[in-house]
């Protein structure tokens, strides 16, 4: 065995610790407690999920106690001294004695190994991967007597209750994501009835601005961005999504339903097609994936690495388990095998997205005003066509895109985009703000699917370029029956080379071979094949957009139906990319990948969860569906768990679990077991996983309210306040500051969903076509750019959400203060809240404590008045009549400003 260091010294104490108190004293040695840190730290690099050396793995019990490639039984339960570990880790021999080449085990750990397999060398699972227990306790005793026993046992007593301006600051931050508004503060301070808190608080739970603030977290985990990340990073339109959590919390979506939608929401019963396209929209969480539009890249490649994303992300977000390595691998340090990551994976491998540019499938939705004028719009040309055609399909799922494309089709309106394409050939990418195709040398193809061929006669091109070169229409095959071939002329000059200068469209019209007399008339796959003349070049021509034209279609015959249809396709539809199911005879087999590698094949898997947490029911599992269930099943043990440590996490700052994205072997212990447990019990049957009544217990509990104020003894003892002796007091996060400064200065603007938003950006000019009111939306709703995020968010530790992100870690920094007191809106806002100041006071004192408390809703010491006056005096001298403002940045910079 190698020897990994990791808290040798931790590790020897808790060794000595157990060996005085579990060896001596005759008690059962635990292989959890006592035996797996030992392991962890210096055994499983060599004989774990990575490596076997020996063919001996102490990562399962079955392979532990199975013979070793020596033909040795490494471990023989109940007899230490024919064991052949016990013989390796005592060996005087150095080309023997494990661990190899590292400084051997002390002799208390080699008696607590030899003590263990005396006993039975019983095996334990981890504390993670059993169901907590269901009792009493569970449901009744409360967050404050979990929390005092603790504290008894270490000998510390709780805080006392923060002040109500402390405590009303901190429960609005917490909940909403915002300062109180002068009415909600004014209202709770004054009122002195005995549940003016309770009140206050189903207050915030009750407001709107309770969903956006905790979209934030989850958008973290979602890895939410307006863009597809990797060299391009081209603009992506997922802002539903966003609306949809958003929407989600506020509605206080039952956790589990939450998880069936967005895991699984396109196969999920829906009676109309209002609820099936809500569905649709919550599957956008997996089409967060990020997208590589570069040129020359293999899409099967990357649709394969969004797999791996998936299983990781779906591994961290739901179960606090590290999964990114056993791609390669077995887990290093939990029971998780190689395969098993391939039979999750194989839940996501039938669905219809494949790393093409246009990002289908995407699900098309509409303004209200839009929709309305669409649905009038289509009710008038069907009034004036025959009926054969005016009737569309009565599935009651049809969306409204769905009905409009099929009415076109029908009237004989087939114009195609051309970048909206289904396969490509290798190069082939978009241009002109990804409204065109270019890269159409020669032999290069496109494909669209299920295109109706049915009385078309012609086909129109829109495009450019400088030169001539042929076009091809195929069927079914880039190489399939050659229905049309025309020579395209230049629309415009210049030299053939330059094709970033073709800004000159013209249109030209082909006859097309009729298909009446093919096998399959009707729908067809399509493939536009492009062929050189004269010149040879990477880029023949651009392609707009081509028109199929029926000549005995409606709109042929009708010009005022024509002008209607063109008004009906003008209509602005709002595309996000959903998750949809290939049909079964289209499903693709899973295989492992050898090494992690999408090209080199092994056994075929079948899907499947793996069989080591917890007490999966012996059924099979087929569709995302059936996971995302047992996901939220009572076999499951994780899920409830790492739920409920996150919400405790952002009102705590730290978790029950400090490690929330590892609830495995090398994880953190939790600092309160007991209540972990207990909250995970109570969320998922007592509040029947409702969010809003799971936070409401904690807020409402003595724990949350404590005072921050802490000694200098207990500060040493128990800096992190891990054992929760006093209230939370931690630094806001990124968008928290950022809203603060806009609300208490009046500048929030306070819209509620919709496109994502571009504020002053100095990393970019795009903010200088926004419209001034959308500058100062919530931070929530900042367009984010994977390859250039939101510079002073990421200064404040935002994730750049190229992967999912389950905590932020919170640095301190001189950047964050030069932010703060210079960004551009830290400055407006600081201008706005000297105004108010200045309306708010006669005398320069009354000034300074308007602003004092318009943030933090009590008076300033006279100790801090003093040095906001003299600040003030400072300010006046050097910078005439800005003074005032300079004192409302720094109350902006304060300390407890920016802490809760």
Known sequence: MRYFWLGGLALTATVAACTVGGLFGGKRISYNEQIRPIVNAKCITCHGGIKKSGNFSMLFREEALAKAKSGKYAIVPGDADASELVKRLVSDDPELRMPLEHPPLSKDEINLIRDWIDQGAEWEDHWAYLPPKRGTDATTKSIDTFVRERLEQEGLKPAPEADRATLLRRVSLDLTGLPPTHQQATRFLRDTSPNAYEKLVDTLLASPRFGERWASMWLDLARYADSKGYEKDLERSIWTYRDWVIDAFNRDLPFDRFTLEQLAGDLLPATDAATYQRNLIATAF?????????????????????????????????????????????????PIRHADFYKFLAFFNNTEDRDIYNEKPKLSTFTPDNEQYL??????????????????????????????????????????????????????????????????????????????????????????TSFSSFIELHLDRPDGPLISRTKIPATQDGAPGQWYNWKTYGTHRATVQPTSGLTRPGRHTVFLVFRKDKEFRSDLVHIDWFHLDVPQAPISRNPALRDSVERLTSIPAITTPVMRERPAHRAR????????????????????????????????????????????????????????????????????????????????????????????????????????????????????????????????????????????????????????????????????????????????????????????????YTFWQRTNPYPSMVTFDSPQRNLCVSRRIRTNTPLQALTTLNDTVYVEAAQHLARYMQRRGRTLPEQISAGYQRILFRQPSPAKLMLLKQLYAEATITTDKKGLTLVANAILNLDETLTK
């Open 375 to 464: 649905r009038r719009l289509m009710g008038w040309i069907r009034q004036r066509v025959p009926a054969e055609v005016a009737t569309l399909p009565s599935d009651p799922l049809t969306g409204l895109g769905e009905q409009r494309s099929e009415l076109l089709s029908r009237v004989g309106y087939r114009r195609i985009e051309a970048e909206d394409f289904d396969s490509t050939s290798r190069h082939i990418e978009l241009w002109d703000n990804q409204t065109a195709i270019m890269q159409t040398t020669e032999g290069a193809f496109v494909g669209y699917d299920n295109v109706d061929l049915t009385g078309v006669s012609a086909i129109t091109y829109r495009y450019t």
């Open 286 to 334: 997996h089409r967060n994936t990020m997208a590589n539009d570069e040129g020359g890249t293999n899409d099967e490649e990357f649709r394969n690495m969004a797999l791996i994303d998936r299983v990781s992300t779906t591994f961290e977000v739901w179960q606090g388990t590290t999964m990114s390595c056993v791609q390669c691998h077995s887990h290093p340090y939990d």
């Open 589 to 780: 087999q899973a295989h492992v990948f050898i090494r992690g590698n999408w090209l080199t094949k092994g056994q075929p898997v079948q899907p499947d969860v793996p069989r080591t947490i917890g007490n999966v029911a012996d059924k099979t599992m087929q569709t995302r569906l059936d996971m995302a269930r047992w996901l939220v099943s009572r076999e499951n043990p994780l899920t409830a768990r790492v739920m409920v440590n996150r919400f405790w996490e952002q009102l705590f700052g730290y978790g029950l679990v400090e490690t929330l994205e590892d609830f495995g072997t090398m994880g953190g212990r939790p600092s309160h077991p007991e209540l972990l447990d207990a909250l995970a019990v109570r969320f998922q049957d007592t509040y029947r996983w409702s969010m809003k009544k799971l936070l409401r217990e904690l807020v409402l509990s003595a724990t949350y309210r404590q005072s921050a104020l802490v000694s200098k003894d207990l500060q040493e003892r128990d800096p992190r306040n891990r054992l929760l002796a006093r209230g939370p007091r931690v630094r806001l996060s990124a968008e928290q500051i950022r809203d603060q400064a806009l609300a208490v200065s009046g500048l929030l603007n306070p819209a509620i969903g919709g496109p994502s938003v571009r504020p002053f950006n100095p990393t970019n000019d795009g903010w200088k076509n926004e419209k001034p009111e959308s500058r100062h939306r919530r931070a929530l």
